[in-house]
T-cell receptor, first 112, second 115 residues
Framework: DQQVKQNSPSLSVQEGRISILNCDYT??????FLWYKKYPAEGPTFLIS?????DKNEDGRFTVFLNKSAKHLSLHIVPSQPGDSAVYFC???????????FGQGTRLTINP | EAQVTQNPRYLITVTGKKLTVTCSQN?????MSWYRQDPGLGLRQIYY???????DKGDVPEGYKVSRKEKRNFPLILESPSPNQTSLYFC??????????????FGEGSRLTVL
């Protein structure tokens, strides 16, 4: 039972354009969400998070949008840069439960 | 430098031969956790620890053991490895538990192959 799903295994975007990575969840109890970025041969690193009391959080080129009614969140990267090429994982959690549930990951490739 | 260190980074072993993957963090984090990453399945939690001598099962604990005798160390033990434990393993830590929304810091990963 995959509670957090990233339905696109891969995404290819032109440098300078917007990258949009999507994530769907099924558990309405999730009340915080995070995005992690992973380069080959490295561990995931935290990118950005959002609480369920917000619908948007912005950090430089990265913006996360949360649509609670649709149980959907997305990560926007604009403008996309070659260094953004990586695997992106979304994750969700419940305050008080000591676990993050991760999606399957989306491999983003930024083409020059 | 703040980091989570795992060893070994790569290991090939045979079925039934006990092994331990070590994990150490230098950030004085209370919370530590082990994940495995498999194609199409993302990261799944194996075990976690809220503090010294406090451990609990995650989603896929079968075939694994952990211990937390010191705050900085959280080894993952495979008593009798089987081929279905072939995977990429990540140790992670955070200042606060995941329930408080604490950001996880991950090690670089340990790729384990069980023949």
């Amino acid at each position: 039972d995959q509670q957090v799903k990233q339905n696109s295994p891969s995404l290819s975007v032109q440098e300078g354009r917007i990258s949009i990575l999507n994530c769907d969840y099924t558990n309405s109890m999730f009340d915080y969400f995070l995005w992690y970025k992973k380069y080959p041969a490295e561990g995931p690193t935290f990118l950005i998070s959002i609480s369920s009391i917000k619908d948007k959080n912005e950090d430089g080129r990265f913006t996360v949008f949360l649509n609670k009614s649709a149980k959907h969140l997305s990560l926007h990267i604009v403008p996309s840069q070659p260094g953004d090429s990586a695997v992106y994982f979304c994750a969700a959690g419940v305050q008080g439960a000591q676990k993050l549930v991760f999606g399957q990951g989306t491999r983003l490739t930024i083409n020059p | 430098e703040a980091q989570v260190t795992q060893n070994p980074r790569y290991l090939i072993t045979v079925t039934g031969k006990k092994l331990t993957v070590t994990c150490s963090q230098n950030m004085n984090h209370e919370y530590m956790s082990w994940y495995r990453q498999d194609p199409g399945l993302g990261l799944r939690q194996i075990y976690y620890s809220m503090n010294v001598e406090v451990t609990d099962k995650g989603d896929v604990p079968e075939g694994y053991k952990v211990s937390r005798k010191e705050k900085r160390n959280f080894p993952l033990i495979l008593e009798s490895p089987s081929p279905n434990q072939t995977s990429l393993y990540f140790c992670a830590s955070s200042l606060m538990g995941q329930g408080a929304g604490g950001e996880l810091f991950f090690g670089e990963g340990s790729r384990l192959t069980v023949l």
